[in-house]
């Protein structure tokens, strides 16, 4: 007995101070672990006095040493543990004035610790131990301070356990846990020192006194305490049973005078290695079935669940499965499952029970914070997280707690949340244990998958719903739109038309799915509009291209057709075809014609009288007519000035008309091109000089000769030098390029004044066309200059473009042959 005594209290000792060094490494500044590191200090100089002690069969002096050395251990250990169950509960302030008394009478009997005040003597207790202490007077009052220690440590501890719950109660189950065994191991020393025969069996119980504290404070999310219990049952009695057997063949083994030797303890650890886990199922076994039974069986309900949203793609029966499958075997509160919208990246609540709008608007509110921080956690503890939080998150964790909350059970879908459930505290009052988290941790990928699944299909068919929708929409405009509309695959095969191309240009059902150049058309050249390819932008925007035009004879009548082109792109910006579009400019064309004609015939009928009002200003200008006083002389000159630009204005119409009407011909002979460029009217070498714009000139030496209409093409630079002059600021600067580059001329008009928009770039060639900018600047412009320019080079078999930024200007090209 001596020799069991000692060895629980090395055990009690080692355990204590192992668990102490722990705690405090978790965290040295935390008053609750210095404290617990403390009070396992006082618990290993108690228990290795009490080894010592026990040793001890001779020696009264060394024995009564001991004893009395044991009492330090034993003063502090009610102390540091009342002083740690205040700090824990936060109610140190409340109890201030209790500490400093406690820590006081604490120092008193440490003061006479080795006196017989405290420890009298030494006596022998029957035939049992040789030596058990003898208390002192003031042995008393400390047996007394340490059942009151008791009493009030576990008063404080039950009142705070009715009103907390979830995690917080659990912890101070196990306080409440640790405090019974504390007492009650370590207080079945007291009875042997009065004299009451009841020898201290239990004190090796005493080590799961600080064993349980140790856990309470290390562990955030606690496991059951009856899971603990069952867990630690089924150990003791497997390794119990175990021992057992070893010691019982060793025993046969040795009264039936076997072979006792090496092998044998070979044989027989083996042997307990190959038994032990029959051992330890046949105990668990017994302890589900007797003592620690589950309200469920964890196989039937994974199978169970699996089996139900598994073997259906509605979404809602995959909700109600969920949330039956959790009543049935949790019991919570109150139940919720969300999913992450990817429309707005939060979380919206899909299924709840149990939890008013309130509620349902808090979870929502706040379950995307929580779930943001997660960092792939499946599983979320309120009172967990509540532990180190701070600030907003906090805030946000108690207004969780206040409705009752437990846990969010997120869900992982390519390792992307995909949702939670939210679970409250259960209605036993029970909190989530081991056994719940590890069902959680298999279902959690079953219902990320089943909810995936179902989203799919829903969409799917959402999907299928808006097609057939926009399939109705596109047909109903094809059947209805006016013009001929024909689309056209990336393999040039026809694929849609609608009534109208089939009426107009002659094609047929028959035709669709086969090449172009296999389709039977009214006009050859449709063939090759039709064929065309679109124009795609190298930002993968698309574009319409190929202003072509096409006329076709329908009933006696000429109709004409700008055909218009733009490429059909899938979702990855990929061409799939191009649509074709053919406008009907039948109307346009003839009231463009009929425009034409009264602008020629104005023009023309204008010409006569406009000369002879020339000759008449001259007339007077040169005094030809008599004298013309100066003051009227003036108004004679803005006159003739204003005549002169209508002529101009005429002569462009005219020019314009007969370009339109293919009449304007050109008459080609070999031209200096520094002589065109260097001879500038003298209309516009008056308006450099009055807006002192400078003219800078960088033109090739020994320039070849250019066949050309030396009157049209100057008539062409001309106009692109004027309006430089125009459109560019009072001391601006115009440069004029010319050189020759593998068999082409190539002149450049470049200035810096007001630019081109970008809006009015593509329509800067256009008959009458003028933009806003020029407007403001130049009003007296026919927006005909460019449009005759581009003609005449086109004409020349050259080509012009241009490049402008507003605010910077304008540079001009022009690439000529030098001959053709």
């Not at 209290?9 to 102490?20: F, M, Q, R, T």
């Not at 420890?119 to 047996?143: S, T």
């Not at 023309?604 to 100066?630: D, Q």
């Not at 030098?721 to 600067?733: D, E, P």
């Amino acid at each position: 007995m001596q020799t069991y005594l000692a060895l629980s209290g090395l055990l009690n000792a080692v355990v204590s101070l192992s668990l102490g060094i722990i705690v405090l490494s978790k965290n040295s500044r935390k008053a609750a672990h210095i404290l617990y590191f403390l009070f396992t200090v006082a618990i290993a100089v108690w228990g290795t006095s009490y080894f010592f002690w026990m040793r001890e069969m001779t020696d009264r002096e060394t024995a009564l040493f001991w004893t009395r050395a044991l009492t330090v251990g034993s003063i502090f250990m009610p102390v540091f543990h009342v002083h740690w169950i205040l700090v824990n509960l936060k109610l140190e302030k409340k109890n201030r004035l209790l500490i400093i008394a406690t820590y006081a009478f604490a120092f008193t009997y440490l003061l006479f610790s080795f006196s017989p005040v405290m420890v009298e003597d030494v006596a022998p207790f029957r035939n049992v131990l040789p030596f058990w202490p003898q208390p002192g007077w003031l042995y008393h009052f400390f047996v007394a301070q340490v059942l009151l220690s008791g009493v009030y440590s576990v008063y404080l501890l039950v009142a705070k356990y009715r009103a907390t719950q979830g995690m917080q109660k659990l912890k101070i189950r196990y306080l409440l846990l640790a405090s019974f065994f504390g007492y009650f191991s370590g207080g079945s020393n007291f009875p042997l020192w009065y004299g009451i025969p009841f020898v201290p069996v239990t004190n090796i119980l005493f080590s799961l006194f600080p064993v349980f504290i140790g856990y309470s404070i290390v562990k955030h999310h606690l496991m059951d305490i009856r899971l603990a219990l069952k867990r630690s049952t089924v150990l003791l009695a497997s390794v119990g049973t175990t021992l057992l057997f070893i010691i019982s063949i060793k025993y046969l083994s040795k009264m039936l005078t076997f072979y006792n030797g090496f092998w044998i303890d070979i044989l027989l650890v083996l042997a307990s290695v190959s038994i032990y886990p029959f051992i330890k199922n046949f105990f668990l076994g017994l302890s589900n079935k007797y003592f620690f039974s589950s309200r469920y069986n964890v196989q039937d309900l994974v199978s169970e669940l699996s089996a139900n949203i598994s073997t259906t793609l509605e979404i809602g029966e995959i909700y109600k499965s969920i949330y039956e499958t959790f009543y049935a075997a949790f019991y919570p509160k109150h139940f919720s499952i969300l999913l992450k919208k990817k429309s707005r990246e939060r979380f919206g609540i899909m299924y709840s029970s149990g939890l008013n709008m309130a509620g349902q608007r808090l979870l929502n509110k706040h379950t995307n914070s929580l779930a943001g921080s997660a960092k792939k956690k499946k599983l979320l503890f309120i009172d967990e997280m509540l532990i180190s939080a701070e600030g907003e998150e906090k805030t946000i964790l108690q207004e969780l707690k206040d409705i009752n909350l437990s846990l969010l059970l997120l869900f992982y879908y390519e390792g992307e949340v995909l949702g939670a459930v939210a679970l409250g505290d259960k209605e036993s009052g029970e909190i989530y244990n081991d056994e719940d988290i590890a069902v959680f941790d298999i279902i959690s990928p079953q219902i990320a998958i089943s909810v995936k699944n179902a989203l799919l299909h829903h969409d799917s068919l959402s999907y299928a719903d808006r097609l057939n929708v926009e399939k109705n929409k596109i047909s109903s405009i094809l059947t209805n739109f006016i013009d001929p509309i024909i689309f056209i695959d990336k393999k040039n095969c026809l694929r849609i038309f609608n009534p109208s191309a089939q009426r107009i240009f002659g094609i047929r059902k028959q035709d669709i799915g086969k090449d172009i150049s296999r389709i039977s058309l009214i006009k050859e050249n449709l063939r090759s509009i039709i064929s065309s390819k679109a124009v795609q932008k190298s930002d993968n925007k698309k574009s319409m291209a190929g202003h072509k035009e096409i006329f076709v004879e329908q009933e006696g009548r000429q109709r004409y057709f700008k055909a218009m082109s733009t490429p059909v792109l899938n979702e990855q910006n990929e061409s799939i075809g191009s649509l074709k579009i053919f406008y009907d400019l039948t109307k346009e064309k003839e009231l463009d014609r009929s425009k034409s004609e009264f602008i020629t015939i104005a023009a023309h009928k204008l010409r006569t009288p406009l000369t002879s009002i020339k000759w008449i200003f001259e007339l007077l200008l040169k005094n030809e007519a008599g004298e013309v006083p100066a003051e009227q002389k003036h108004y004679l000159e803005m006159g003739h000035e204003s005549n002169e630009i209508l002529i101009d204005t005429v002569n462009e119409l005219l020019n314009a008309s007969d370009i339109e009407g293919g009449d304007y011909e050109l008459e080609l002979a070999g031209c200096n091109m520094e002589e065109i460029l260097r001879e500038i009217p003298e209309s516009i070498d008056s308006l450099l000089k009055e807006k002192k714009i400078a003219m800078h000139y960088e033109i090739m030496e020994n320039m070849p000769l250019v066949q050309a209409d030396k009157e049209k093409l100057s008539m062409a630079i001309n106009g692109i030098i004027a309006n430089a002059a125009h459109y560019t600021s009072k001391g601006g600067q115009i440069r004029v390029k010319a050189a020759a580059e593998n068999g082409s001329l190539v002149i450049t008009v470049k200035d810096n004044g007001i630019g081109i928009p970008e809006a009015d770039k593509s329509h800067i060639f256009s008959k009458f066309y003028r933009s806003e900018n020029a407007l403001r600047i130049h009003t007296e412009g026919s927006g005909l200059g460019l449009f005759i320019a581009k003609n005449i080079i086109k004409m020349h078999q050259g080509e012009i473009t241009f490049e402008s930024e507003t605010g910077k200007g304008t540079e001009f090209m022009i690439k000529l042959p030098i001959s053709f």
